[in-house]
């Protein structure tokens, strides 16, 4: 059973820095892509940051410059520095993993989600 745990939501203040981390354990045989989604209260799952088992990066356009993923291939997690943080960044952060595993073939895991609220 693979399992991804997020850690390291909170409460900061506007103009402040929070840094996530995201975990992966279980039968892992390799960790293709892996990526931070948010969901605001009313609104649709948006992608935020994603990451190839190459290092290559794409953000959304609202956290270019201000946010950076990154991930160690050696010790499989998956971190999201967020900088510059605003009150529209405020949302539950998720974790999303393309992983091939023993006995169950390649597929797609989210994290159980870790709240990040921005106060003004």
């Known amino acids: 059973q693979v399992q991804l745990v997020e850690s390291g939501g909170g409460l900061v203040q506007a103009g402040g820095s929070l840094r996530l981390s995201c975990a992966a354990s279980?039968?892992?045989?390799?960790?293709?892509?892996m990526g931070w989604y948010r969901q605001a209260p009313g609104k649709q799952r948006e992608l935020v940051a994603g990451?190839?088992?190459?290092?290559?990066?794409n953000y959304a356009d609202s956290v270019k410059g201000r946010f950076t993923i990154s991930r160690d291939n050696a010790k499989n997690p998956v971190y999201l520095q967020m900088n510059s943080l605003k009150p529209e960044d405020t949302a539950v952060y998720y974790c999303?993993?393309?992983?091939?595993?023993w006995g169950h073939g390649r597929d797609d895991y989210w994290g159980q989600g870790t709240q990040v609220t921005v106060s003004s």
């Open positions: 990451i190839t088992f190459g290092g290559t990066t």
């Open positions: 279980g039968s892992i045989l390799r960790i293709n892509s």
């Open positions: 999303n993993a393309n992983i091939v595993s």
